[in-house]
T-cell receptor
Framework: TQLLEQSPQFLSIQEGENLTVYCNSS?????LQWYRQEPGEGPVLLVT?????EVKKLKRLTFQFGDARKDSSLHITAAQPGDTGLYLC?????????FGKGTLLTVNP | DADVTQTPRNRITKTGKRIMLECSQT?????MYWYRQDPGLGLQLIYY???????NKGEISDGYSVSRQAQAKFSLSLESAIPNQTALYFC???????????FGPGTRLTVL
């Protein structure tokens, strides 16, 4: 069984601070997805990374896939209240996803 | 218009009732999935279908059944609902040489 450990589980910061969320596994994945979810809504895809060591940037968000394709990180620069939400990582293998339990981020004005 | 739609968005029912949740997609994807989400537990896979004739159990299929009526439609049924099936339910789709899935808006189900 593949497991994804996501940390921290909760994160409350002030507007303008930087933060990093981690996603770790003992298993190798063919891809790693990051989603953001608002309360009562479905997860929305932020990024997919597929190559070990790959780094992708989406405005103030930087995503990295570990060299061994077992871990990933999401870094947010100068967080804003609009970044508040549940961030989910999901490892892909054989067209199925294994999800971490999520990081609930609150950015206070 | 949304690419993946789910109906109903909210449902309250009683223990023992049969419930059907429906998912439709206009993305033309061949793969469809049903998940449930409980607070603190993340998303757990209930059933998945790689095409109309291929249906597979996920990690938590007990108490659930599915029907793939067409490429665009995938329904989830609770034959006899019980309170611990109270959760958020999501449908997702995928296609091509990628694991990436796209989610619907979800159904909030409460079983009393």
């Amino acid at each position: 069984t593949q497991l994804l450990e996501q940390s921290p589980q909760f994160l409350s910061i002030q507007e303008g601070e930087n933060l990093t969320v981690y996603c770790n596994s003992s298993s190798v994945f063919s891809s790693l997805q990051w989603y953001r979810q608002e309360p009562g809504e479905g997860p929305v895809l932020l990024v997919t990374v597929v190559t070990g060591g790959e780094v992708k940037k989406l405005k103030r968000l930087t995503f990295q896939f570990g060299d061994a394709r077992k871990d990933s990180s999401l870094h947010i620069t100068a967080a804003q209240p609009g970044d508040t939400g549940l961030y989910l990582c999901a490892g892909g293998s054989n067209y199925k996803l294994t999800f971490g339990k999520g990081t609930l981020l609150t950015v206070n004005p | 218009d949304a690419d993946v739609t789910q109906t109903p968005r909210n449902r309250i029912t009683k223990t023992g009732k049969r419930i059907m949740l429906e998912c439709s997609q206009t993305k033309g994807h061949d793969r469809m999935y049903w998940y449930r989400q409980d607070p603190g537990l993340g998303l757990q896979l209930i059933y998945y279908s790689f095409d109309v004739k291929d249906i597979n159990k996920g990690e938590i299929s007990d108490g659930y059944s599915v029907s793939r009526q067409a490429q665009a439609k995938f329904s989830l049924s609770l034959e006899s609902a019980i309170p611990n099936q109270t959760a958020l339910y999501f449908c997702a789709t995928s296609a091509g040489a990628t694991d990436t899935q796209y989610f619907g808006p979800g159904t909030r189900l409460t079983v009393l």
